[in-house]
């Protein structure tokens, strides 16, 4: 028989093997599938939100020319001297003003409307004559003419249930709450999600959204036959060096890059977990692949012997995977837009602002998804693929050749003590680095050679490790467990590819546990080390705590001090803006400064610094530094003292006096305020007394120290929630594959099942057999896992919060714990189905057609 013959008839094998084994099939292909669905998954979320939001800002920028705005963010804006400017400029066919500030609007109910982070803010009503871009259509009412008049956009209206005429109020940043009437109800192209947009009348939001002096930006609009080019290159001849002007279509890039870049880091977080989904699979595909080739020795060598080349043989493995590949990733693709659709209406049921749209399937993200899904399932058949076109045609037909192991495993050995050799050597001088960011680079190299050299040592370390833990576990089982151990043992190579899918899951859950609780630790190190308030203010809102909130909460009886922080924006001695803090009341009773060298506190004319800045930028006590702003703005601060790095203090710290003479009037807040009850004060009472006064604000929250710990702790935990539900893909593909190698071990030992049966052995003892097997390999590839997780969570905590300031290591013993009792309950739940299938086995049969 030719090859020629065989070549179709090869092909037909491959497909009726395939169909023959129906559950290993679907067991492979969901293993593609999970990892090719979060792949497609990102791809359609991040596109379809990116086209959402393009539309958007493409409507909100439709009619605009140019643009002028600050060059910095920490400058005041465009002076309003300028609107009649540029108004007087040949080209120029409109100027609209543009004032934006961070507002809140409340609803009917007396309770502030939630955006779910979409923005909400305050801007110019523009009638449709001065307008550049196109302006809002009605849905009821008119616009507003006089102060207190304002209008809303409709989506905004229905959450806080207002109507044309009704009362509301506004809450901003410096004015504090405004009594405002609604006097009209507006549709844009531009509203989304929870957006709120809230416009009054220009004499009033110049009055409240600016400091009287400057606008955020001017939008230009270009006559009939002039050019934005040719418009913006007149407008920047007229500008000072603080201001830009920009042409509508880089407004309108920046706009688009702007929404690219915020997605981009949802997108990498999504393509991480569905890469490690990907790797995690390719364990169980290569698992899988190597024991089909096993089981049908005898088969592939009596093809061999009717004429069938190593080619062909070859072939016919490597086309069951593109089959099992190609229905993986197409079933993932389909999974992948579900998993964009379930996110979306997720987060639009937490009420997070997103904006409504089809979802987006691109040609990219469909090629991807297929390449990804066929790729990874190719690559992982390849080397069992190679290792069946060279079974010896007779040999392969002798019983030992058929129940013979994989070959030593000395090279492999040899080469994973190299590679995990360099991994701990780089993961040594990661550890010893003083530097951030090389000692991060290093320890994440040293964890991908360690985790690739722990791999390769896997099957030497499954039989030191299940050898003794098969003799403890197994001890209460009697000569079951006995067997358990030897099966668990028996093939180190599959023992080993079926448990590091689970090492990988968990190595990633522990060390994120691990960085976990090492930020909250030293979260609530720092503040129960240098926080004495008794009460803390904060904002429910981003426009922070209002300045008159705080002025009323330090008129409270029972307040001994009220201390506010603020952020301050500045350009330092003509260099890069840099952010600081700038305080307003005495530091001493609410925050513990340690100081190194100098003043403990920032005062008239002076400023204290962190250690760190005073050694990086070559400042000391004495020295003096320049705070300014583009607009000519200048203070002149000199250095009073040098404190101990501390991330609640920040980088350096000025009075009060110098924010409010360097930040414009309308972004007056506070970061928090801390109040220090005076002695013999009822803690109670003050607190009452706290809310009774910021009660009429709707935006503070009065916190006492633990709880105002504990919500930065709760930020903490959300992040974790989600990085763990994430993880726990991998875990379930992990235990897919202790389900599929069970399955086809069973079908592999189905000859010494029957004759185990046939000498007396039960079917419980069968089940238990499997589910002890089952459980040692669970707990071996947990307990490697959570050595690496740890060991690694460990080095990174240490290094990433090192370098944030915090220095608190903490281990979660107790997690670890539940972590590998977890593994080892997956492992016997894993092996129910294979356990009850071995256990339905039928002696006679099975010896007699083994």
Known sequence: MTAATLRNPMRVVSVRNLAAHKVRLILTVVSVLLGTAFVAGSFVFTDTLNRSFTKIFNSADRGIDSRVEARKSYDPGVPLSLVDQVRALPGVRAVQPVATASIVLIGKDGKRVSTGGAPSEGKIWTSAVDSVTTPPTFVTGTAPVAAGQVVINNGAAKKARLATGDHAKVVLPNAGVVDVTISGVYRTETETGGYVGVLFSRPQALQLLTDGSHLSALDVAAGNGVSEQTLTARIAQILPADLKAQTGDQVRKDDQQGIQTALSFVNYILLAFGFIALVVGTFIIYNTFSMIVAQRLRELALLRAVGADRKQIRRSVVLEAGIIGAIGSVAGLAGGVGLAFGLHALLDALNLGLPSGGLVISPRTVLVALLAGTGVTLLSAYAPARRAAKIPPVAAMREEFASASAGSLRRRTLIGSVVGGLGVLATVAGAASNKGGTAA??????????????????????????????????????????????????????????????????????????????????????????????YSLSSQADLGVPIRAAAAAGRVAGVGSMTELHDLAVQLDGGGGQSGTAVDGPLAPVLKVDVKRGAAAPGPGTMIVSDSTAKKSGWGVGSTHMLSTHNGRTI?????????????????????????????????????????????????????????VTDPYYVINVQNRSEFKGQLASQVNGLLGLVYG???????????????????????????????????????????????????????????????????????????????????????????????????VVGVLAALWPGVRAARTRPLEAIATS
């Not at 360690?450 to 003799?471: C, D, E, F, N, Y």
């Not at 690694?792 to 009792?821: E, H, K, M, N």
């Open 636 to 692: 002149t601060e000199t250095v009073s003292g040098v404190y101990k790095d501390n991330q609640l203090l920040g980088p350096w710290m000025v009075t009060g006096e110098v924010y409010r003479a360097l930040v414009p009037t309308n972004q007056w807040s506070d970061i928090v305020a801390l109040i220090k009850a005076a002695p013999g004060t009822d803690e109670a009472a003050l607190r009452a007394g706290l809310e009774r």
């Open 441 to 534: 680079g290093l320890i994440g190299l040293g964890l991908l050679a360690v985790g690739a050299g722990a791999m390769l040592l896997s099957p030497l370390l499954a039989g030191w490790v299940i050898t003794p833990l098969g003799k403890l576990l197994g001890r209460p089982f009697g000569a079951v467990g006995e067997l358990a151990r030897t099966n668990a043992v028996r093939n180190p190579r599959r023992t080993a590819a079926t448990s590091f899918a689970l090492t990988l899951g968990l190595l990633l859950v522990s060390g994120v546990a691990v960085i976990g609780a090492s930020m909250k630790s030293s979260i609530n190190s720092l503040f129960d080390n240098n926080v004495s308030a008794s």
């Open 726 to 824: 994430m993880l726990g893909l991998a875990i379930v593909i992990a235990v897919l594959g202790i389900i599929n190698t069970l399955a086809l071990s069973v079908v592999e030992r189905r000859r010494e099942i029957g004759m185990l049966r046939a000498v007396g052995m039960q079917r419980k003892q069968v089940r238990r057999t499997i589910y002890v097997e089952s459980l040692l390999i669970a707990t071996f590839g947990a307990l490697l896992g959570l050595v690496l997780g740890v060991t690694y969570g460990s080095l990174f905590a240490a290094t990433l919060l090192r370098s944030q300031g915090l220095d608190r290591l903490s281990i979660p013993w107790t997690q670890a714990v539940a972590f590998l009792v977890a593994a080892a």
